[in-house]
């Protein structure tokens, strides 16, 4: 059973940065793809982006070239880095675990979630 803690959420203005981290435990994140997902109010939850089990990495249209995800394996740690945030961007972010070795954008495949931390971006 892998349990999955999100952290770094908060309220930014347009603009500005923040990275968030999903921190593993109950199992080795470098084993899984690791996936982060947000969902705003009232829209389903939809894929930022992935970092697969074997590497590749995977960005949704609206983030890219603006988020970064990283896997700190000696930390178990997963961090996604968001830069020239807009207020579109205002959603709770959800850390996930998957066993599939491969990208994966679909939240069924993914068996392990986080709580969510809230991202507030003012315009």
């Known amino acids: 059973q892998v349990h999955l803690v999100e952290s770094g959420g908060g309220l930014v203005q347009a603009g500005g940065s923040l990275r968030l981290s999903c921190a593993a435990s109950g199992g080795t994140s470098s084993t899984y793809t690791m996936g982060w997902f947000r969902q705003a109010p009232g829209k389903e939850r939809e894929v930022v982006s992935v970092i697969a089990r074997l590497g590749l990495t995977y960005y949704a249209d609206p983030v890219k070239g603006r988020f970064t995800i990283v896997r700190d394996n000696a930390k178990n740690t997963v961090y996604l880095q968001m830069n020239s945030l807009k207020s579109e961007d205002t959603a709770v972010y959800y850390c996930?675990?998957?066993?599939?070795?491969?990208?994966?954008?679909?939240?069924?495949?993914?068996?392990?979630w986080g709580q969510g931390t809230q991202v507030t971006v003012s315009s």
């Open positions: 996930a675990a998957g066993r599939t070795a491969f990208v994966a954008t679909g939240t069924d495949r993914y068996e392990y």
